[in-house]
Structures are given as C-alpha cells and as structure tokens.
C-alpha cells in the first residue's frame, strides 16, 4: 500500500540544524512531487516547501526560506527538509504529503505519520 | 498569500446531526479549495478536493461545494468517527498553499 514514513525528528537547541527523512513505498515516487506540512503544539496547518517531481523545482514559505532546503533521491525513493538555524517558532510536528493533484492545482494524499522537532535549549 | 478562514472554529453537535462549515478565501480561488480531516494524534486525511470532488474510500455522507471565495464542507449525518477537526486549503496559488486555522467537531 502507499506509505510514507518521516524520520529525524529530535530535540535541538536554537540555531542548530536537523536533517528530516520521509521514506515512500508502494507508487512509482519518482512521478509525483512532494510536500513537507507542519504542525505546531495545538495549532493549524502551516505548509512548508514543495518539490516537484523530477527535483527540478522547489519553493519555500516565506517563514522557512533560506534556512530550510527540501531535496529528493528518486533512486533512494527518499525525501529530505534540511533545517538550518533553527528557531524556537519551527517547533512542532513535520508531514510529508504526496501531491496527487493536477497540472494546475495540489492536493494532498497520503500524508505520513508526522515527526517531532522540538527547537529548545 | 491568500488568507483563509474557517467558521466556525468549533461545534458541538449530536450523532445524526447534519454540520457545516464554511470557509472564506481572501481573493478568488475558482475551485481550487481542498478539505482534510485530522483526528487527535493522527495525519491529516484528505476528504474532498477541487471544492466539491469526494476522495475515492471517503463516505457520501461527506459533501463539499463553493467557487470563488466561499467554500462549504457538509457532513449530513454525523457518525462517531466523524468528531475530528477539519481543515481547509486553497491550492490556487501551488506555491504558497494555504490552510483555513481549522474547525473542531465535538460531542455534544
């Protein structure tokens, strides 16, 4: 069955960095692009970068740009978020979504079971 | 950035109660509004997308419609399963994706 599964997730101070894994099986990776979402402590949904599905692409919210990167190793069938200068407002739980949508629109199916990154010192 | 915002942020409501919850773009978004559905603890699980498409495995009881700036997601019978906080999402503009701050579902 389709499943991805996030892995990285820890406790770091302010200002270090963490490497987040989202491993896919189960549909051909390479022919979608992908998306990490967070979550903070009792809040919404707030999304976070995108990759299209080659790699060829990336986009960033406004909140995370220039300190996080995503990337992907379609051989590997893996996907990654690089964080850089972590600060206390990054804490919460980071999803890896699948985009299914269309040309011109996203949407998300599945999403993974989430991994927890707690920026504190 | 488009902002969105969903009412209400929370509801009671009885098993069998038909609910709604609406949510409001700050410019048009044509058909591009998704909903999710996330239970405590849980991912978050994709319901209805292009504003009125029901998710393949998703029950009928679940509806969704609007275009332009205002959205509704309908549940017309509510079943235990069913309390969970809701969310929408505009993918109008794909590179800055934007959720509502969600409505939580609860027992009455």
Request: include cysteine; glycine fraction near 10%; hydrophobic fraction near 30%.
């Amino acid at each position: 069955q389709v499943q991805l599964v996030e892995s990285g997730g820890g406790v770091v101070q302010p200002g270090r960095s963490l490497r987040l894994s989202c491993a896919a099986s189960g549909f051909t990776f390479s022919s979608y692009g992908m998306h990490w979402v967070r979550q903070a402590p009792g809040k919404g949904l707030e999304w976070v970068a995108i990759i299209w599905y080659d790699g060829s692409n990336k986009y960033y919210a406004d909140s995370v740009k220039g300190r996080f990167s995503i990337s992907r190793d379609n051989s590997k069938n893996m996907l990654y978020l690089q964080m850089n200068s972590l600060r206390d407002e990054d804490t919460g739980v980071y999803y890896c979504a699948r985009d299914v949508g269309s040309s011109s629109s996203s949407w998300y199916d599945p999403w993974g079971q989430g991994t927890l990154v707690t920026v504190s010192s | 950035d488009i902002q969105m915002t969903q009412s209400p942020s929370s509801l009671s409501a009885s098993v069998g109660d038909r609910v709604t919850i609406t949510c409001r773009a700050s410019q048009s978004i044509s058909s591009y509004l998704n909903w999710y559905q996330q239970k405590p603890g849980k991912a978050p699980k994709l319901l209805i997308y292009a504003a009125s498409s029901l998710q393949s495995g998703v029950p009928s009881r679940f509806s969704g419609s609007g275009s332009g700036t205002d959205f509704t997601l309908t549940i017309s019978s509510l079943q235990p399963e069913d309390f969970a906080t809701y969310y929408c999402q505009q993918s109008y503009n794909t590179l800055d994706l934007t959720f509502g701050g969600g409505t939580q579902v609860e027992i009455k």
